[in-house]
């Protein structure tokens, strides 16, 4: 267990070493937060986005969003907002987006892509779904782009509601090794707090590194991501109110710095 401390004035995450599991531009964005906040960030991805295994069918889709087919688009992923700026889709004035949460809805303005709802207590598919079939009480044609690997969460609660919903895969989700530093500095306790961002990367934690100390910090990107990791077999520390990184951040920046095992060694 993990005292809470107080913030020091600036720098509450002085002295911690904190391994960020993607990379890119979303781990370049959570490693400036981290050493805003005086961390020292690893980036090591676990995971990494592959084509879908199916990209007719994504193709078709996407030549449908553009021709306005879709009085909805919903978005449950920064890696989803990627896919879409890949392929130069330009959605229509009257197709609406809908983003999970504020991580991905920055992602859509990022590039340029507006967005018409996130939703306003719960950050996950069912909170979309939940806010999308109060806002609408006829049936809407609704485009949902997943990964491979997603529940159908949203899926099922829309078609329930009585939406026609088209469920698209567009992208994979694949492991990546770490490099055996990286696993050595884990083991050693030499990485302060691993943040967890995802079910996937959970699964990767807890697959990689077989011997994570018992001082190391599991942190959790807000409930849901938390359930997961319990269930991959991770013991979770810390829990983010809100799923976006600020609040993950800021919730391991109230624990103390646990002890590292080989802190000063390079």
């Not at 021709?67 to 879409?84: I, Q």
């Not at 018409?116 to 069912?126: F, G, I, K, Q, T």
């Not at 943040?195 to 990107?221: N, R, Y």
């Not at 520390?237 to 624990?255: F, H, K, M, P, Y």
């Given at each position: ?37 005086g961390?020292?960030p690893?980036v ?26 879709f ?20 959605i ?24 018409d ?23 809407r044609?609704i ?68 011997d ?10 807000g ?35 646990p ?8």
């Amino acid at each position: 267990m993990n005292a809470q401390v107080d913030h020091k004035a600036g720098k509450p995450l002085s002295g911690w070493r904190v391994l960020v599991p993607r990379g890119g531009p979303w781990g370049d964005g959570v490693a400036a937060s981290l050493r805003a906040q005086g961390a020292t960030p690893v980036v090591a991805p676990l995971i990494n986005f592959a084509p879908t295994s199916d990209q007719a069918t994504l193709d078709t889709a996407l030549e449908d969003l553009r021709a306005g087919h879709f009085d909805w688009l919903t978005v449950t992923s920064a890696t989803t907002v990627d896919v879409l700026y890949a392929h130069r889709v330009q959605i229509p004035v009257d197709t609406r987006i809908a983003a999970v949460g504020e991580t991905t809805a920055a992602a859509l303005q990022a590039v340029g892509y507006r967005v018409d709802l996130v939703p306003e207590r719960d950050n996950s598919a069912a909170g979309m779904a939940e806010q999308m079939i109060a806002l609408e009480p006829e049936a809407r044609r609704i485009l949902t782009l997943r990964s491979e690997i997603a529940k159908p969460v949203l899926t099922r609660m829309l078609v329930e509601a009585g939406h026609d919903v088209r469920s698209v895969v567009a992208y994979r989700t694949v492991g990546v090794p770490v490099t055996d530093r990286i696993a050595r500095d884990v083991a050693s306790g030499r990485i302060n707090a691993i943040l967890v961002t995802s079910g996937s990367v959970a699964e990767q934690v807890h697959l990689q590194f077989a011997d994570i100390p018992a001082q190391t910090v599991i942190a959790a990107i807000g409930p849901r991501t938390a359930k997961d990791a319990r269930r991959a077999g991770l013991d979770v520390d810390v829990i983010a109110e809100r799923q976006t990184v600020g609040a993950l951040i800021e919730a391991v920046s109230r624990l103390a710095l646990p002890h590292a095992a080989d802190e000063v060694q390079l």
